[in-house]
């Protein structure tokens, strides 16, 4: 079922991610988070005529809309129901090689937030569910009733960088020895009481949920072996376009791209490298490129959007 208030997910933007892969007409694209398909639209019609594309994505429904919002493109288009994780498998299967370019936009689709089934917000009344890919059996429920308070306090510290994680967690413990935790809505009253009265800059469930959206897709395991994978994949020259919505998302695109330019990541506690950078790609985006404020108005999710782009070597 759609959501009710079908907001249309308006992709982030969208001319400077096309200006950074310099879509050219016959190359070859994977979009790793195809979903709708707004970025992926773009990117065929400026490679017109030839240009094609492997579009990637866990949501079989973001899929499905996809495919038909592609129809157009006849067999430019390949979509491919994978976790990103599997960039090189599932490009060696799309016959998919040497790539010019790699784009990752990382995170859920408007749609995905508004649809109350997939309980990835806390201001539905859906099941406490946060997959994006209907088929795995991990959801957001059984870790909050099945993971000990330790484990859930770390998990909330360090995925939402929440300060009143301890607090929450000890909550969470508390109420499923009452019963379980089943839906969105359990959880958002925990945080909020947790935060306890004041006005506070996001809701108090905010950062809670984005730690269990993180653990319930192993997100950052899958972008960290993703990136490796597409610079694999990418041509001398071809671009890997990242758009991240949260700092800790944005410091594993930043950390790897310094990597592949050939500077040392470690610590500066650590006397000797162990990272051991070897120089595979040139950072184009020193900072990180943000929405500007007619986007935002707009568009308020490219608000947090941080665009980084890297080039092949
Ligand atoms: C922000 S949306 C992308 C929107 C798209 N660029 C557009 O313009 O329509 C992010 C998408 O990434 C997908 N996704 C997240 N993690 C993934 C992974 N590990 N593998 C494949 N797809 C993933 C989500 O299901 C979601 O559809």
Redesign the pocket.
């Known amino acids: 079922m759609e959501p009710q208030a079908s907001p249309r ?4 933007l ?1 001319p400077q991610v096309l200006d950074g892969l310099q879509a050219g007409n016959g190359d070859r694209f994977v ?12 990117i065929l019609s400026i490679s017109t005529p030839t240009g094609s594309l492997l579009g ?4 079989p429904q ?1 899929l499905a809309r ?1 495919a038909a919002r592609l129809r157009g493109f006849g067999g430019r288009a390949t979509l491919m129901h ?4 599997q960039l090189l498998a599932a490009a060696e299967q799309a016959a998919f090689r040497e790539v010019h370019g790699v ?8 749609l ?1 937030l508004a649809s109350p089934q997939r309980g990835f917000s806390w201001q539905h009344a859906g099941p406490l569910d946060m997959r ?2 209907p088929d795995q059996s991990l959801t957001a429920a059984t870790i909050v009733n099945d993971w000990d308070q330790e484990s859930l306090a770390n998990l909330i510290w360090e995925f939402g960088e929440e300060r009143h994680a301890r607090r929450i967690a000890r909550r969470i413990v508390k109420r499923r020895q009452e019963r379980p935790l089943r839906l969105a809505a359990d959880l958002a009253d925990i945080a909020r009481a947790a935060y306890g009265r004041g006005r506070q800059r996001i809701h108090p469930a905010t950062r809670t949920f984005q730690a269990l959206r993180i653990a319930v ?3 950052f395991e ?2 960290q072996t ?1 990136l490796e994978q597409a610079r694999d994949l990418l041509i001398t020259g071809g671009r890997l376009v990242v ?1 991240a ?1 949260h700092s800790l998302e944005d410091r594993i695109v930043k950390e790897f791209m310094r990597r592949a330019a050939g500077k040392c990541i470690c610590p500066s506690t650590v006397p000797q490298c162990a990272c051991n950078p070897q120089q595979t790609m040139r950072i184009l985006t020193r900072k990180p490129i943000r929405a500007d404020e007619v986007e935002i108005a707009r568009n308020p999710r490219s608000r947090s959007a941080r665009l980084r782009i890297a080039e092949r070597i």
């Open positions: 997910h308006i992709p982030v969208l979009d790793c988070t195809v979903n709708g398909g707004g970025h992926a639209e773009g990637l994505d866990l949501d973001a996809c994978r976790n990103f994780a784009l990752f936009d990382l995170g859920m689709s408007s995905q994006m890919n897709n192993g997100e899958s972008l993703a758009i919505f």
